[in-house]
């Protein structure tokens, strides 16, 4: 079995000022980045050179979007090749929120994926399956079409992660288990395996991006008295169980926990 590095991605999403930041960047550069385990973290835009100026180098830094050219009339959008160029080399593409408030198509994605790649940009690529799509019973069919739109666009996923984020659990009240997770990052690999190759279904990192809640964390919780002793809030249990059970699950790109410097410290440390 090919040992795969952790990821651990914390999306800041439209959040944060100078002063915020600030705090929040100090309080980064305290974390001790465990061996075999790589962190990257994603300011809005506007943040993005004075984080990755003043963030300690083992930490990477994402953009949240990028755009499929290098330069021109494209007001209001980022090229990978400008990311370069401030020493940003990653970005997160396909998030959900860019497929249902802008439109993204999964064609879209592949193509902002593979530009990203080709100017030496690595991806954090998302897919995940809305409340409707899960209750249909068509997660399979929903997430390996948009992984076959990156897969249509690229030959090489050295520099790719795939962040697995089930739309269905966030906000909705519905609970997204490691179960349903696992049993998703399973259909990904066997995707990968029989239209790419087995190399990658078994060397790209495949990593959760949904939510969870109280009541799913308290009864994994019971699993897991160990890491409740710590004081650690419900999600975050929730977190640190699927590490410890998950086989597939790579690492996290995580939301609003990434926005606490201790808690997201918590989630880099989950592994040791």
Known sequence: MVARNFFIGGNWKMNGSVAQVK???EGLNTIN??????????????????????????I?????????KASGAYTGEISPEQLK????????????????YFAESDKF???????????GVSVIACIGEKLEEREANITSQVVTRQLKG???EINDWTNVVVAYEPVWAIGTGKVATPEQAEEVHVTLRAWLASNVSQKVADSVRIIYGGSVNAKNAAELGKHCNAWASHSLT??????????????NIDGFLVGGASLKATDFNTIVQARL
């Open 85 to 100: 160029d401030l020493g940003i080399n990653w970005v997160i593409l396909g998030h959900s929120e860019r497929r249902e």
């Open 60 to 68: 990477g830094v994402a953009a949240q979007n990028s755009y499929v």
């Open 150 to 152: 990156i897969a249509d």
């Open 234 to 247: 419900h999600s975050l249990i929730s977190l640190l169980f699927l590490i410890a059970t998950k086989p």
């Open 109 to 119: 994605v592949g193509q902002k994926t593979a530009h990203a790649l080709k100017a």
């Open 23 to 25: 705090s929040l960047v």
């Open 33 to 58: 980045v465990p061996t075999q385990t790589e962190v990257v973290v994603s300011p809005p835009a506007l943040y993005i050179d004075r984080v990755r100026a003043n963030l300690k180098k083992d």
